[in-house]
């Protein structure tokens, strides 16, 4: 059956580190790749896109890779702020344009 | 831009009653999609539409379901009748419909079903 799973836990890290949240995918062959984020009570927000032929998107402190073999996005924030603590949400989309969403990491940054 | 705009944002509704959830996507996208989100499933496809055609209603729960989408700027989704299992936040998104654009999602009704 087709699953899309991430950081079990919730991840909790000291400001200044950096965050690594997986997502890992089975019985998909997705096109692209999304990550988003959600906070309390309000949408997903985009962040990131990377497609299949890509190995690595960065944007400011956020990083993306995407191995297809391997089946498995990592996200990664550098110099983490509390300002980025959210949930995480990955988002697999095929040449169809369906999108079918992991069920996110809550990410803490401590002070 | 005033981004995805979504009506009600929280509706309570006693069990049996019928539901009617309003979208309007961002001016200029042209496809737009329906999510449920709750904390078991998280969040799940309901319906896909692109240029105002249903593409991909697999995600409709079942035939209490339904989802329109008259014209480009607005597009409904109903439940009846309405059952507790119901209760979740419904969210609509639109994008610009080349596959793998990124969505815009609104704010989401939060609906609860006693």
């Known amino acids: 059956s087709q699953k899309i799973e991430q950081n079990s836990e919730a991840l909790n890290i000291q400001e200044g580190k950096t965050a690594t949240l997986t997502c890992n995918y089975t019985?998909?062959?997705?096109?692209?790749l999304q990550w988003y984020r959600q906070d309390p009570g309000r949408g997903p927000v985009f962040l990131l896109l990377i497609r299949e032929n890509e190995k690595e998107k960065r944007k400011e402190r956020l990083k993306v890779t995407f191995d297809t073999t391997l089946k498995q996005s990592l996200f990664h924030i550098t110099a983490s702020q509390p300002a980025d603590s959210a949930t995480y949400l990955c988002?697999?989309?095929?040449?169809?344009?369906?999108?079918?969403f992991g069920t996110g990491t809550s990410l803490t940054v401590i002070p | 831009d005033a981004g995805v705009i979504q009506s009600p944002r929280h509706e309570v509704t006693e069990m049996g009653q019928e539901v009617t959830l309003r979208c309007k996507p961002i001016?200029?996208?042209?496809?737009l999609f329906w999510y449920r989100q709750t904390m078991m499933r998280g969040l799940e496809l309901l319906i896909y539409?692109?240029?105002?055609?249903?593409?991909?209603d697999s995600g409709m729960p079942e035939d209490r379901f339904s989802a329109k989408m008259p014209n480009a700027s607005f597009s409904t989704l109903k439940i009846q009748p309405s059952e507790p299992r119901d209760s979740a936040v419904y969210f609509c998104a639109s994008s610009l419909g080349v596959a793998g654009r990124e969505q815009y999602f609104g704010p989401g009704t939060r609906l609860t079903v006693t």
């Open positions: 539409f692109n240029n105002n055609v249903p593409i991909d």
């Open positions: 001016s200029g996208h042209n496809s």
């Open positions: 019985n998909y062959s997705p096109a692209y």
């Open positions: 988002a697999l989309v095929n040449t169809g344009n369906q999108f079918y």
